[in-house]
């Protein structure tokens, strides 16, 4: 079988693989809550079985492998997959804020959720750990090299920061919270909670405690032995109970604690784009939405009215990582308008997996070069100290020929513009079947050249016997090489 044929059936069969894991989670969570159906899957689960939370915890351990066991060369990785996740992110979240209007008019708010958890599958793949067959790179970005470093600093000061403050806001409000209420004793509301948990086949995985703080209830806590669910200090009917009770239990059973926490994190992976920060409130506004949608999927127009009348009433703030029934002002005027109605929408199995699949194709297409000039300016090698090469018109075909004349070819190298591609996957560091290609060896030097479709490689004892790679700002002219096999200068 052809390489071509071998790389790229390597992507399409992972893309594959991560669109129908993503099927086949919503799938089963999909079943849990509505037809009680847990074969495969936990009670407790996220909308796609996987947690939320492991995304994070992916990118932190990669981050500590890379720069413990490759150092220098695992910071240049770090920086190439960093770049790639916040470009994703950034474009992805962009467009789905776009779309959103669309898609929750015709699907359902569980599908909404599941397309904002998208990015967190994609580096399930094995490119994260920069293991996956090359693939040429859609794209060269060009970042001279100093540029690109103060604006890595400025992102990654801003990241920090904002992350840091996430974390530290949420836990003085868990702390606040914690301090200023009580534990639920009343027999009829532990009934009421007992009851509605059985009933939806839930964990006893979050207590029930009365905070005089809040205006609506909550639930808080990333650690499942933690998470609190709150209500304000008010009297509520046993039917209003059981609305609030469902409401939270779901959130606890999808735990969109988890996913808050995720949503957060790519907020700060992607805060200079404005539209990251209003996406990232769509996406919590569609968490709610999801919650509405379930505990009222057979309620008749007298309950959706109830439960309107509720949201109404029990409006107040979240804050941190939490899940709250009644919160933002705005979010708030749709959720009223969407429970007056029950609407027909679509799961969505078909988007679901058509995003995922075109999203694991694309991923990791764009490549980062830094500095530029000539290829003995950027190499620090002396390329007209050539005493040997070879080409061939096309990988894998029988006309290939030895370069004659390799003083021109020195001189011809020598003077070509590159640019250095930090190292990433998708970048093409290997040939492709139908490239055209040329080797050659330098003297003094003591090391070899690969040159194949717009990219350079070299492989020089200088660099630890790695191989470094660049890329030519022009194509060379193959044209010009093939002459140089007819003469010899």
Known sequence: MPETVLVYTYRIFWALFLSFMLIWGFRCSWKAE?????????EDTAVISLDPALFPMLLAL???????????????YLLAMITDIFLFICIYFTLLILFLPVLRKHYTARTCVALWLIPMLLYYQPNIMFISAPLPAAAILYIPGEILRICFSVWIAGFGI?????????IL??????????????????????????????????????????????????RKKKRVTYLPEREYTEEELKLIFS????????????????????????WVNPLVWAAVKKAEADLELA????????????????YAELLLSTAGESRGYTTCLSASAKTLRYRLKETQTARKRRAGFI?????????????????????????????????????????????????SCEIRDVKSLSFYLSGLQVETVLSSYGTGNSPLEGENTLYGKMGTAGGTFYIHDNYLEIYDSGYAGQTVQYHFVEPLDWEYVRTLCETEG
């Open 162 to 170: 904002i992350l840091a403050v996430q974390v530290i806001s949420h």
């Open 34 to 42: 509505n037809i009680k159906d847990y074969s495969g899957i936990r």
């Open 62 to 76: 990669c981050t500590f492998l890379y720069l413990i066991l490759w150092r220098e060369k695992g910071a240049v």
């Open 351 to 399: 988007l679901l997996f058509t995003v995922m699949f075109v999203s694991s194709l694309t991923v990791g297409k764009i490549a980062i070069a830094t500095e530029r000039g000539t290829t003995g300016e950027i190499t620090g090698l002396n390329m007209t100290d050539l005493t040997e090469a070879s080409v061939g018109f096309g990988r894998g075909s029988e006309e």
């Open 173 to 222: 409000f868990a702390s606040e919270l914690e301090r200023n209420s009580y534990p639920v004793e009343a027999p009829e509301l532990l009934a009421k909670w007992e009851s509605v948990r059985k009933e939806m086949n839930c964990r006893p995985s979050s207590r029930l405690r009365y905070s005089p703080a809040l205006a609506t209830p909550l639930t808080v806590g990333l």
């Open 247 to 270: 409401h939270e239990l779901y959130h606890v059973q999808r735990n969109d604690t988890h996913t808050k926490f995720f949503l957060k994190f790519c907020n700060a992976l992607g």
């Open 291 to 306: 919650c509405d949608e379930i505990v009222l999927k057979n309620a008749d127009g007298a309950e959706r009215r109830r």
